[in-house]
């Protein structure tokens, strides 16, 4: 939870403080992150918080987060995607190779080179869309990228996102993606990245399984040398975000699954920033798995794995929001841990 408003917070006043008043020490710019990220969160009802959690979606329902105007906060957009140039986004944008080009260049300088391109449209539309109060999916500063998934199975659709075969190209490739979006100023972040799609992901796509409740089975020699070293390098490399993915890991789907969300990701790896699930893949958890049989269970198996927003899709979050409103309210303020 802190972690993700210390980021969601850290985004949010490099783009309005420059413009809001400082009637908190959450305004501030003199105190130290902590303190004001800390106060912001001491500040929230149980509602906005669940509503920053469940509002990562980019389309009708799912997004964006809502406004605090009581506090000087804007929406935020959780959802983009700049693996190939900001192309998703509305408006004309400059395209670059798809991953799999790209990498097989063995190029990290052309990687860094582009993500820096990249993020300077991200950011500069950013600024344009929200000086016209448009929020919709993509208009965000919160790359779903760089994917870093391991190029395993030919059939999947989407191995030209990837940097191929190799964990250790996949990785330098994609470390030098991640400081060429987020920038080295030891403030502000251009745009930051996103690691994903963690773990043991890369098909299949619907053949001959559904990629949404497969549950691959791997062994851990095969997880800690094929599935894992790229996204350690990815993190390394300073990334604010890892996604979550829609598969299973030994049986326990990644967005509730402990072991790779907290003993590894936080404990092993030390990560400090936010893990977002991939679309739909809480409701997933639910609707697709069976996994637990209601949405507050639901909601508190996947927040207690560690996982810290939801990219929700329009459709079901009602119920899914309500997940999180019950949950939250049987916590006490104290333990904020929704
Ligand atoms: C901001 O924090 C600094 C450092 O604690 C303090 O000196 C200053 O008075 C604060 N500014 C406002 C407007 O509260
Ligand atoms: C995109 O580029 C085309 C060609 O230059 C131009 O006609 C169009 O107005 C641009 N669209 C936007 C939204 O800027
Ligand atoms: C994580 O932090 C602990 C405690 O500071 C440290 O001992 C450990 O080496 C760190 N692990 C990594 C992978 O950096
Ligand atoms: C979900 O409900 C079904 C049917 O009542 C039951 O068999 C199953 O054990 C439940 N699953 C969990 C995780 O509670």
Request: proline share 6%.
């Amino acid at each position: 939870m802190m972690t993700v408003l210390y980021f969601s917070v850290v985004l949010l006043f490099s783009t309005v403080l420059a413009i809001i008043r400082v009637d908190y020490p959450f305004q501030n710019s003199s105190l130290p992150w902590d303190e004001r990220v800390n106060d912001l969160v001491s500040r929230l009802t149980l509602e906005e918080i669940q509503l920053q959690l469940s509002k990562g979606g980019g389309w009708e329902g799912g997004g964006p987060a809502p406004a605090i105007p009581r506090l000087g906060i804007g929406p935020y957009q959780w959802w983009s995607n700049c693996g190939r140039g900001d192309v998703a986004a509305p408006g004309n944008a400059t395209a670059f190779p798809q991953t799999i080009g790209l990498a097989a260049s063995f190029s990290p300088d052309l990687s860094y080179r582009i993500a820096v391109a990249t993020a300077n449209e991200v950011r500069a539309k950013h600024n344009y869309f929200i000086s016209h109060d448009i929020y919709s999916g993509r208009t965000g500063l919160s790359c779903f990228s760089p994917d870093v998934d391991v190029l395993r199975d030919p059939r999947w659709g989407r191995n030209q996102e990837t940097h191929g075969e190799d964990p250790y190209m996949s990785g330098v490739q994609s470390q030098a993606y991640v400081r060429g979006l987020q920038g080295d100023h030891p403030r502000y972040v251009r745009v930051s990245a996103g690691c994903k799609h963690y773990a043991v992901y890369a098909g299949p796509e619907n053949y001959p399984m559904s990629r949404f409740d497969f549950d691959p089975q791997v062994s851990m020699r095969d997880l800690r040398m094929t599935f894992l070293p790229q996204f350690k390098m990815c993190i390394d490399a300073g990334s604010y975000s890892v996604m979550s993915s829609y598969n299973a890991f030994n049986g326990t789907p990644v967005c509730a699954n402990k072991f790779l969300l907290t003993e590894v990701l936080r404990n092993e790896w030390n990560f400090t920033g936010y893990v977002l699930a991939d679309a739909g893949a809480i409701e997933n958890v639910i609707n697709t798995y069976h996994y637990l049989n209601n949405s507050v269970d639901t909601v508190a198996a996947c927040v207690n794995a560690g996982c810290n927003i939801e990219v929700s899709l329009g459709a079901k979050v009602p119920v899914h929001v309500s997940g999180y409103v019950q949950m939250c309210s049987s916590v006490t303020n104290k333990q904020r841990q929704c």
